[in-house]
């Protein structure tokens, strides 16, 4: 239990499908099995049944949504363990328990006592929630192996592969701190005594302290991509795919859309636009 969960199951657009599926499902659950004695809600035709009980669902899987995207930022920075993914399934299945127990005593004025009907609620919204939810995660892990057997069969099948450079990053007493791929760093910042690193991790920018100058790493990394554009940023050029000049100055455009437009000063502008037309031509 003290696994972490694979990362597919948080991945944005493995949770919009199971957010989607679990919706259907519960419509389909509630119009055939018919819990909470849904049938007998209101006296309305099989079509108004259907429309109402939709209603009810959407409002109820409202809860999984807010759930996964709490579990989307959360796991993207932390990883999630097993342990904490069951106890989060189980805390959805409480939640949408007591929606639907709400629903059932103040709206439809269920005489039962409240912890009948709740007990009643949980074991009905887990069945609506385990049974796709396992489908789906059986569903992802094969998608996922069929991905790695695709690219394993793709790497074997080409030519060599070609082995990007590591960046080694060592502190002031030359420890190693840090090693990123070249096409993985994005750019550096001074922050006070120390250079904070920005690279991609998981389809996201993430960022690494170490305690060292940038006029050290600079002269360190004299002579890759890695090109000083102010007095407090490294830019790593591979990354740049604009660079545009405006009144105020030169700003260049990385590829990552979350990550800031970098300005460049004047002290380094000849630098940079020559080391763009380097790369133009």
């Not at 990362?7 to 018919?34: D, H, M, P, S, W």
């Not at 005593?105 to 939810?133: C, G, H, K, W």
């Not at 554009?229 to 830019?235: D, F, K, P, Y």
Request: hydrophobic share 45%; net charge positive; glycine share 4%.
């Amino acid at each position: 239990m003290n696994q972490k969960i694979p990362e597919y199951l948080y991945e944005k657009g493995n949770i919009t499908r199971l957010i989607i599926y679990t919706a259907l499902f519960a419509l389909v659950f509630i119009n055939i099995y018919q819990p909470f004695d849904s049938r007998n809600w209101v006296p309305v035709s099989e079509v108004m049944f259907l429309v109402s009980s939709s209603l009810v669902i959407l409002t109820g899987v409202l809860v999984v949504v807010i759930s996964r995207i709490i579990m989307f930022h959360y796991a993207g920075r932390h990883g999630l363990f097993l342990w904490q993914y069951a106890l989060w399934i189980v805390g959805e299945i409480i939640a949408m328990a007591t929606f639907y127990t709400l629903f059932q005593s103040l709206v439809l004025d269920d005489p039962r006592t409240y912890s009948e009907m709740l007990r009643q609620s949980f074991i009905n919204t887990a069945l609506v929630l385990l049974l796709p939810y396992s489908i789906l995660w059986l569903y992802f892990a094969l998608k996922d192996k069929d991905r790695k057997l695709a690219r394993l069969i793709s790497d074997k099948g080409g030519s060599e592969p070609v082995l990007l450079p590591m960046l080694n990053f060592r502190d002031e007493k030359r420890e190693l701190k840090l090693s990123v791929r070249s096409d993985q760093l994005l750019w550096i910042e001074a922050a006070d005594n120390y250079a904070k690193i920005h690279y991609t991790h998981k389809g996201r920018i993430a960022a690494f302290m170490i305690r060292n100058t940038l006029k050290n790493l600079e002269q360190e990394f004299s002579g890759s991509s890695l090109v000083r554009c102010n007095r407090s940023t490294i830019v790593n050029f591979d990354k740049v795919k604009v660079l545009r000049k405006e009144q105020n100055g030169i700003y260049l455009g990385l590829e990552m859309d979350s990550a800031p437009d970098i300005p460049v000063s004047a002290t380094y502008a000849n630098k940079v636009l020559a080391r763009f037309s380097g790369y133009s031509e």
